[in-house]
């Protein structure tokens, strides 16, 4: 026999029912909370740099401690499908997130568990443009010497990249179809590793990020050839950028920071403000500027419009090489 539900009853279980969910929603960061960083390449690339510099600050602003987990593989697609699918949207774990591999996984490979919509993103901190470096030793003095090369030996140049799908992989694709030359690529697990492979001639040059190798370049260990920005970078006057060379490519990695989809609004904006206040402090500024890291501050809905543009940018560029990739295999 079913008994009667009275109208306050009905209200009670409903509020019951919502009592986790609103707790969840208001949820902020408490001091001394541990915050697990996922960072989708190995130590010593972009995302670790970055980490780096940033988190210092921030864990001041939000009395957090910041804890690095490095998860490299599948040019980072596996911390963002771990972030995406496997992690509690509680603000706890997040990830530094770089384009334009986080779009460029699911882009080129459809069976990809995550997307851009699986996330909360949270704030795009530094653009690093593109550059290409060797080693100190390199036989290739200028950015003319590799082109050269690379014209007189097609597909033999060896150039390192950050992992297939990476900005450095998808640099060398415009390069080529805008300059008619062909290099041979060769994948690393970051950009760390594919700068030290230059550095120790076991390739011919990688193409990597200026905030990333900078330090080699200031210490004398790589040689920059090119860097590809609009217009030449303050930390490097001397060095050309590939416009300038004839080959009409600018292109880079934007790197900051997301959530789970659903993270606690409060915990969000609570984020959000902290980084705010490290962009705006004088001292980060000034090691940002030491690094040669270009700010390039969005946040919020800002930032996810800035990745949903940068999905639509690098759909089209695939269609319309991946063709030409299929049949280089």
Do not use: C
Request: hydrophobic share 45%.
């Amino acid at each position: 026999m079913l008994k009667k539900i009275t109208k306050s009853a009905l209200l009670l279980t409903v509020a019951a029912s919502f009592a986790l969910p609103l707790a969840a929603q208001a949820q902020k960061y408490s001091a001394g909370d541990e915050v697990t960083v996922l960072q989708g390449f190995a130590a010593g690339g972009g995302s670790d740099a970055l980490a780096q510099l940033v988190q210092p600050y921030l864990s001041k602003e939000l009395g957090v401690n910041f804890i690095n987990r490095y998860q490299p593989g599948a040019t980072g697609a596996i911390a963002w499908t771990l972030l995406s699918k496997q992690t509690a949207a509680d603000g706890k774990t997040i990830s530094i997130t770089n384009t334009p591999m986080l779009m460029t996984n699911y882009i080129m490979n459809p069976t990809m568990q995550y997307a851009i919509e699986d996330l909360d993103p949270l704030a795009n901190v530094v653009t690093d443009p593109g550059v290409i470096v060797v080693s100190k030793d390199s036989p290739y003095k200028t950015a003319k010497d590799l082109l050269d090369a690379a014209r007189a030996n097609p597909g033999r140049i060896t150039v390192g990249n950050s992992g297939v799908g990476g900005d450095d992989f998808f640099s060398v694709i415009m390069i080529e179809k805008a300059s008619g030359l062909r290099f041979q690529q060769v994948p690393f697990a970051g950009d760390g590793p594919s700068w030290a492979a230059a550095m120790s001639n076991k390739i011919d040059a990688s193409f990597n990020n200026l905030g990333i190798t900078f330090p080699q370049i200031e210490a004398g260990n790589l040689r920059v050839l090119a860097v590809f920005a609009e217009s030449r970078v303050p930390e490097l006057p001397d060095v050309p950028t590939m416009k300038e060379l004839g080959v009409n490519v600018v292109a880079g990695s934007s790197r900051g920071y997301s959530a789970p989809k659903g993270i606690p609004e409060a915990a969000k904006k609570e984020f959000i403000a902290a980084m705010d206040r490290v962009i705006s402090n004088p001292d980060f500024k000034r090691d940002a500027a030491a690094r040669a890291f270009m700010i390039d501050y969005k946040s919020g809905a800002d930032y996810a419009k800035f990745l949903k543009d940068q999905e639509v940018v690098f759909k089209a560029i695939w269609a319309e090489i991946k063709g030409q990739q299929s049949a280089a295999k």
